[in-house]
C-alpha cells in the first residue's frame, strides 16, 4: 500500500494505530505538520489530500492507499515560496510559527471549497456563489487556533493572495 | 506589505544609505545626570522600520525543527501514567502488563527511577527554575491529581501509549485541600514575590476609605487560566557519556541547564539546552517534570529519549495561572480625587511552589491617591505549581483595578478617561521615585480620538441595534520595565566583514533574533544581512531569561557592552598604523563598517581593514551587561489605554467584540511589524480572558476537567476582529534604545475594558470571569 506525499510513493505503515500526522511526523520525518493536539481541535496537523484540507491527526494513515497528500513541503520549489507562504511572512500572519503549516494548507483548502460553492455557517444564502468576505473568511478559518494571536495579520495574508485567485 | 510598500521600502534604504551617518558608543548605564542611547536621536537607521522576522522564510515553509522534531539514532516514545487523586500514596502499582507489551522497552516508576535531587525552585536562586521543591518519581507519595507516576518507553509512541493504558493503580488517599473554601477556612498567609512581601501601606486607607464622599467597594474574582501554546511541551533528550544533551523548547535555556545539573549531580556544563524554536510560551516553557522524567529515563536505559506530552499532559503537569479573588475599593471626592485605594485579596498556591499571583503591582504605580493600602495572601490548595502566565498579576490585577474605576467613574458622573487623567501621578505614588518616561496622558488623547470615544453614550443600555446593545468600554494597561542581572553577549567580527552576535535569549515568536539583529546592525554600522544572530542555546554565555519583558532591554545593554569591548580590541589591533592610532573608544565612533573618529569621520579604518593587517580571521569579545541601575532610580513602565466596542445580543445574551483599538506608551517602538503583533497577541490573549477562557479545576477531587483545546477555548477567528494599535514611540532616555518592553502589556486591561464596555452595552456589571451568557441573561 503507498500513499503519494508531495509527489513521491510512500510505503504506508504496518501498524493500522499509526495516525496520517504521525505517519507523516515520525515515519517520514515531515515535522512541518504540525502537532497541537492530536484530537482535532486546533488545526495545526491540517494538510491537503486530492486538494482538501483534511485534520491529519484524525485520520489513519493505511486509509489513504493510492491518495495524493500535499503538507506544507509540497508547497514550495526551487522557484520558491508559495504566494501565500510570502504573503505570510510580509503580513506577519504567524509568531512562534508552530499553527502556521496548518493555517496555510487549510487557506488554500479553503479557497477550493469557495470555489465549489461551499456555504459555511455565515452565508446568507446557502446557494449562492462564494464571496470570501472577510467575515467567510474568518470563519472559515476559525477551525486554526493561533494562540500568538496572528489572527489579522492571517486574514491579510490570505485576502492578498488567496481571494486575489493566486493560490486557488 | 504588497509591492509598492516593497518599492517604497527599498527607495527610503537608499536615501538612508546616503544619510547614514557616524553613530557614537552607547552608554553602558543608565543613571540620573547620563546620557541617552545614541540610537534614540537616530532617525533614519533600521530601528522603526518594519522588517520582516529573519525565520519567516523556515516557518512558513515547514523547515523550522521544533524540540520535539529532531530525530536521534535509537530514540524511544515514552508515554506519561497519571495520578488520579489530590493526595496521598500510591498503594499498588501494577505495570506487568505494560512491561509484557510489544514494542515496551521499560517503564519506569518510583521504584526504579534513578536517584536525584529534587530541583531548585525558581525564585530561591537565580538560576533555579524548577517548578517546585518536590521530588520527582523518588517516592510514592501524591502532591496532586495528575502527578506523573510512571513513564512507559516503547520503540513507537502508538506502543507506549498502549502499553500506559494497561497500567493499574490504587492509591491511599490522605486528607487533601481542593476546595476554595477549605483553602480559606485553614488560613491565608501573606504573599512573598521574588523574595518581597507584596505589601503596600500608605496613610490609613481603610479609614480614609469610610470617610471618603463617594466609594466603590467590590469583590473581583479571576480564575485559572493555561497559557495553551499550541506547540506541546517536549523534549528529545540525549546522554552523551555524562552530559545531559536536550533539545527543548525553553524561556530559560542557562537557568533550565543549571537547574537539570543540580538534578543530577553535575557541573551546570554537562547540561545542554538547546531551543531554537519555541511553539509559544507565554511564561509556560520553563522547566516541568518532562524534562526530568525524559532525562532520567534515557539515564536508565541508555537510550535517547523523546517525550512529547499529549494537550491532556500539558494541562496535567504544566502549571498555568492560578484563580484570585480581589477587593477593591477606592474612596474619592466628587470632583474625581481619589482619597484612598486598597486593592487586596489571595491567590491559590500549591504549598511547593513560590508564585503567589501579584495582582497589586498595576495599582503599585497606576494613580495618585492619598493612601494606599495593596496585599495579596495565598492560600494552599492540593493543585499542581501555578505560575507566570503573560503579565503576571497586572493581567488579573488590572481587571479589578480598572473595572473598579469605571465603576466609580459611573457614581461620580465623570468620565472615566477623565477620572483616570484627573489621579494621574507626577511621581511613583508608592515609591516616590520619578517617572523614567510616562506619557499615558498622551495614548489616551490619541486613542480616544481614534476610536471615537466621544461618540459614546455614558447611560447604559441607550445603543441598541436589531437585537444587539451595545457598549463601549475602556481601561488603563500597564507593565513593569525590567532588566534582570546577568545577561552576556558575545560578538564575532570576521575578516569579511560579517558580525555574529550570540545571547543566551529565546525566540518565542517575539520577534527577539530579527530586532537583536537590527539593533547590531545599527551599532556596528553593519548592514543587517551581514550580522547573524545565535540564540537559544544555554552554551553561549550570560542568562537572558524570556519573561519579564524584558529580552530587548537586556540584550540591548548585553549588545552595547560587548560593542565597547569589541571596539576596544579593534582599536588595540589597529596599531600605530592605523588613521585611528591613539583613539580611545570614547573617541570614535561606527559607520558603513568602519571606526571613524567622532568629530573627525575623515580618520577611519574600517574592520576588514584593520584585521587584515592585523592577519586575523576574526576578533571574538564577551562581555556582561551592566547592573541594572536604571531601576533603581526611575520608576519606569509600559502603559496602555486599551478600547473595546461589544455587542450583547438581547436574545442569547452572547457577547462580541467588534472593534478593539490599543494605544500604547512603551517607549522606542524598536521593529513596528513585530511589536504590532507582539501588542495584538496580548490583547487578543486578554479578549479570550475576558469571554471563555477558564482552567475548571473539580473542587471535589482537584481534577482539572478540561484538558483540552475543545473544552478550553481560546478565541478563534471569528471572536477576533481586526484591532488597531498606535503608539506614542517616545523613547524613554534611560533604556537601551529608549525602548520598553511589548510583551506582556497587550494582555493588561482588555479584559476589564470589554467588562466596562459590557456594562455600557446592558447596565449590567460583571465582576467574575470570563464573562459567560448566563450571567448577562
Known amino acids: ?168 | 506589505m504588497n509591492i509598492v510598500d516593497n518599492a517604497k521600502l527599498a527607495a527610503q534604504a537608499v536615501v538612508q544609505g546616503a544619510m547614514a551617518k557616524l553613530v557614537p558608543l552607547a552608554p553602558d548605564s543608565w543613571i540620573p545626570g547620563g546620557v541617552p542611547d545614541p540610537l534614540i536621536a537616530r532617525k533614519h537607521g533600521l530601528i522603526g522600520s518594519p522588517v520582516s522576522r529573519r525565520d519567516g522564510p523556515l516557518k512558513v515553509q515547514g523547515q523550522a525543527r521544533f524540540a520535539a522534531e529532531v530525530v536521534l539514532e535509537g530514540m524511544v516514545y515514552a508515554a506519561l501514567a497519571y495520578a488520579t487523586i489530590p493526595r496521598g500514596r500510591i498503594a499498588t502499582l501494577d505495570t506487568d502488563a505494560a512491561e509484557a507489551a510489544p514494542g515496551v522497552v521499560a517503564v519506569m516508576t518510583w521504584r526504579n527511577c534513578p536517584r536525584m535531587n529534587p530541583p531548585a525552585v525558581f525564585g530561591s536562586s537565580p538560576t533555579a527554575a524548577g517548578p517546585s521543591d518536590l521530588p520527582i518519581l523518588q517516592d510514592d507519595r501524591i502532591h496532586w491529581n495528575g502527578q506523573p507516576i510512571a513513564v512507559v518507553l516503547a520503540e513507537t509512541q502508538e506502543q507506549a501509549d498502549h502499553a500506559r493504558s494497561l497500567i493499574v493503580a490504587t492509591y491511599q488517599a490522605d486528607p487533601s485541600t481542593t476546595s476554595l473554601a477549605a483553602a480559606k477556612a485553614h488560613g491565608a498567609v501573606p504573599g512573598l514575590f521574588m523574595g518581597t512581601a507584596l505589601l503596600n501601606e500608605k496613610g490609613d486607607a481603610e479609614a480614609t476609605l469610610v470617610a471618603a464622599p463617594h466609594r466603590v467597594d467590590h469583590l473581583y474574582r479571576t480564575p485559572r487560566h493555561n497559557h495553551n501554546a499550541i506547540e506541546p511541551h517536549g523534549a528529545t533528550i540525549l546522554w552523551d557519556g555524562d552530559d545531559l544533551v536536550i533539545h527543548d523548547m525553553s524561556q530559560m535555556v542557562t537557568a533550565t541547564a543549571a537547574t537539570l545539573a543540580g538534578v543530577f549531580d553535575l557541573e551546570p556544563a554537562q547540561v545542554r539546552i538547546m531551543s531554537p524554536y519555541v511553539g509559544g510560551g507565554f511564561g509556560g516553557k520553563g522547566l516541568w517534570d518532562h524534562q526530568i522524567l525524559g532525562a532520567a529515563a534515557a539515564k536508565m536505559i541508555g537510550r535517547p529519549v523523546r517525550i512529547a506530552l499529549s494537550r491532556e499532559g500539558v494541562f496535567r503537569l504544566v502549571g498555568g495561572r492560578t484563580l484570585t479573588e480581589q477587593r477593591v475599593a477606592i474612596g474619592a471626592t466628587a470632583d474625581g480625587h481619589f482619597t484612598a485605594i486598597v486593592h487586596s485579596g489571595i491567590a491559590a498556591m500549591s504549598a511547593h511552589n513560590n508564585m503567589p499571583e501579584p495582582f497589586i503591582l498595576a495599582t503599585q504605580s497606576a494613580y495618585a491617591a492619598d493612601s494606599f493600602k495593596l496585599s495579596v495572601d495565598t492560600v494552599a490548595m492540593n493543585m499542581l505549581a501555578n505560575t507566570f502566565m503573560r503579565a503576571p498579576g497586572e493581567a488579573v490585577g488590572t481587571f479589578a483595578l480598572e473595572s473598579a474605576i469605571d465603576e466609580l467613574a459611573t457614581e461620580l458622573g465623570i468620565d472615566p478617561i477623565e477620572l483616570r487623567l484627573r489621579n494621574e501621578p507626577d511621581k511613583d505614588p508608592v515609591s516616590g521615585l520619578p517617572f523614567s518616561s510616562r506619557h499615558i496622558d498622551e495614548a489616551w488623547r490619541a486613542g480616544a480620538e481614534a476610536f471615537g470615544w466621544s461618540a459614546r453614550n455614558p447611560v447604559p443600555g441607550a445603543r441598541r441595534e436589531g437585537e444587539w446593545f451595545v457598549g463601549l468600554g475602556c481601561a488603563t494597561g500597564t507593565y513593569p520595565y525590567h532588566r534582570m542581572p546577568g545577561a552576556a553577549a558575545r560578538i564575532t567580527l570576521t575578516r569579511d566583514g560579517r558580525a555574529i552576535v550570540e545571547v543566551a535569549a529565546h525566540e518565542m515568536g517575539m520577534g527577539t533574533s530579527t530586532t537583536t539583529a537590527m539593533v547590531a546592525a545599527e551599532r556596528l554600522g553593519l548592514p543587517i544581512e551581514q550580522v547573524e544572530v545565535r540564540y537559544g542555546d544555554s552554551i553561549i554565555p550570560g542568562a537572558i531569561l524570556a519573561g519579564g519583558s524584558q529580552q530587548t532591554a537586556a540584550i540591548g545593554a548585553a549588545v552595547i557592552a560587548a560593542h565597547h569591548a569589541l571596539v576596544g580590541e579593534l582599536l588595540k589591533l589597529a596599531g600605530n598604523d592605523s588613521a585611528l592610532a591613539g583613539l580611545s573608544v570614547a573617541d570614535v565612533g561606527t559607520e558603513d563598517g568602519a571606526l571613524c573618529k567622532l568629530d573627525e569621520p575623515s580618520r577611519r579604518e574600517s574592520y576588514t581593514s584593520i584585521l587584515a593587517r592585523a592577519q586575523r580571521d576574526t576578533i571574538v569579545v564577551t562581555e556582561q551587561a551592566s547592573q541594572p541601575l536604571e531601576i533603581q532610580h526611575w520608576s519606569m513602565h509600559s502603559h496602555s489605554a486599551i478600547f473595546v466596542e461589544v455587542a450583547v445580543s438581547s436574545v442569547t445574551a452572547e457577547t462580541r467584540v467588534r472593534r478593539v483599538l490599543g494605544s500604547f506608551d512603551c517607549g522606542r517602538i524598536m521593529n513596528p511589524k513585530t511589536a504590532r503583533s507582539q501588542f495584538r497577541g496580548g490583547i487578543i490573549m486578554g479578549l479570550g480572558m475576558a469571554l471563555m477562557e477558564e482552567t475548571q479545576f473539580d473542587e471535589r477531587n482537584g481534577r482539572i476537567m478540561n484538558p483540552s483545546l475543545a473544552e478550553y477555548h481560546v478565541p478563534v477567528q471569528m471572536d477576533v476582529p481586526e484591532i488597531d494599535v498606535i503608539w506614542t514611540d517616545i523613547a524613554d532616555p534611560h533604556t537601551p534604545m529608549g525602548a520598553h518592553g511589548v510583551g506582556e502589556i497587550g494582555i493588561t486591561g482588555v479584559a476589564a475594558a470589554v467588562a466596562n464596555a459590557i456594562y455600557n452595552a446592558t447596565g449590567k456589571r460583571i465582576r467574575d470571569l470570563p464573562v459567560r451568557l448566563d450571567t448577562l441573561l
Open chain 1, 1 to 168: 500500500m503507498t500513499v503519494i506525499i508531495n509527489g513521491s510513493s510512500a510505503t504506508l505503515p504496518g501498524d493500522p494505530r499509526v495516525s496520517l500526522l504521525d505517519f507523516l511526523r515520525e515515519h517520514l520525518h515531515l515535522s512541518g505538520t504540525k502537532k497541537g493536539c492530536d484530537q482535532g481541535a486546533c488545526g495545526a496537523c491540517t494538510v491537503l489530500v486530492d486538494g482538501e484540507r483534511i485534520l491529519s491527526c484524525l485520520a489513519l494513515a493505511v486509509q489513504f492507499d493510492g491518495r495524493q497528500v500535499t503538507t506544507i513541503e509540497g508547497l514550495s520549489d526551487d522557484a520558491g515560496l508559495h504566494p501565500l507562504q510570502q504573503a505570510f511572512i510580509e503580513h506577519d500572519g504567524f509568531q512562534c510559527g508552530y499553527c502556521t503549516p496548518g493555517q496555510i494548507c487549510s487557506a488554500i483548502g479553503m479557497a477550493a471549497e469557495a470555489k465549489r460553492g461551499l456555504p459555511s455557517h455565515v452565508s446568507a444564502d446557502l446557494t449562492a456563489e462564494v464571496t470570501l468576505t472577510r467575515e467567510e473568511m474568518q470563519e472559515r478559518m476559525s477551525g486554526n487556533l493561533c494562540r500568538c494571536g496572528a489572527h489579522n495579520g492571517i486574514i491579510d495574508a490570505i485576502r492578498e493572495t488567496v481571494v486575489a485567485g493566486m493560490a486557488a
